[in-house]
């Protein structure tokens, strides 16, 4: 079974840096485009960011962009979502995915392409 594991969330002061991690185990993990998402109270779930499998090339909404910086180290099964200049609107509960087909990259921000979910951290950002 494909089980993430996200890691990393807390509480945060506005302009502070928070690193997440994502660990996933049961796949060949290095075929897989990988992605975060988050979902702050009451509302849907939003893409954050996007890694290829390979790691060369990412994606970022424009809420994060230049903020944010997804990375993955393929021998550790890991994905990171570092996270830099918070803002009180980045509170949110932060999820990792696994794409649903390996080697693909097409709807990069679209939860329909992501078969396996972890739980969530939370990230709580203060003003």
């Known amino acids: 079974q494909v089980q993430p594991v996200e890691s990393g969330g807390g509480l945060v002061q506005a302009g502070g840096s928070l690193r997440l991690a994502c660990a996933a185990s049961?796949?060949?993990?290095?075929?897989?485009?990988m992605g975060w998402f988050r979902q702050a109270p009451g509302k849907e779930r939003e893409f954050v960011a996007a890694?290829?499998?390979?790691?060369?090339?990412?994606y970022y909404a424009d809420s994060v962009k230049g903020r944010f910086t997804i990375s993955r180290d393929n021998a550790k099964n890991t994905v990171y979502l570092q996270m830099n200049s918070l803002k009180p609107e980045d509170t949110a509960v932060y999820y990792c995915?696994?794409?649903?087909?390996?080697?693909?990259?097409?709807?990069?921000?679209?939860?329909?392409?992501?078969?396996?979910w972890g739980q969530g951290t939370q990230v709580t950002v203060s003003s």
């Open positions: 049961g796949r060949t993990f290095n075929r897989y485009a």
């Open positions: 995915a696994i794409r649903r087909t390996q080697f693909t990259w097409n709807n990069f921000s679209s939860r329909n392409e992501y078969a396996y």
């Open positions: 890694i290829t499998w390979h790691g060369g090339t990412t």
